[in-house]
């Protein structure tokens, strides 16, 4: 009985290692956190860098990333919203975007996908959709001509300055996670760790 013990024992801390050893190279890397707006690069999309917003009161987190992947629409906005439980991976809707102040209504098709434990929907938008994303006070989200949700978009401005400044450390290491300099650059101490010299 002891051995049979001893074998599960085993058996599990070696799938724990294999599974940490394997997702480790797609964790996300670290970069900056800018007015509680956390900036990084994802491996999987071929070091592409993200910004997400801290949590907002109901649970919601509004993400911008870049897919550096060949082929790849490349600049996406993504939201989860913990009570939109009913949302089925895959599924597209039309939605509507509304930047505030003074800003039209932009309408795209998003996507439902899993992020986490959460799912979210995922919008393909571009550049210039992240400069509207950096200059304005706020967004709403409507559906069905409603309004569903409208987030505040503090830090918004200095996020996307370090999302850029981020994609060209990326681009000058040439999209490569064994890159010195990227590995060098990263060392720097993040502003807002309170031991750092």
Known sequence: ??????????????????????????????????????????????????????????GEILSVYVDNRQNAENVYLHLVNPLWSSLQVGDIHEMGVIFEPFADKWIGEAEVVSYGDHKGIEFIVGTEFLVAFAEMDSIRFTYNDRDLLGLILDGSYNAAVSLAQCQELVADAGSSGNSVSMKRELKKPSSRDPFRQ
Do not use: H, Q
């Open 1 to 58: 009985m002891n051995f049979i013990r001893y074998l599960i024992y085993i058996v599990f801390l070696f799938n724990i290692s294999s599974y940490a050893t394997a997702s480790s190279k797609d964790d996300p890397i670290f970069y900056d956190e800018v007015d509680g707006w956390e900036v990084g690069i994802l491996p999987y999309l071929n070091f592409g860098c993200y910004t997400s917003s801290p949590v907002y009161e109901g």
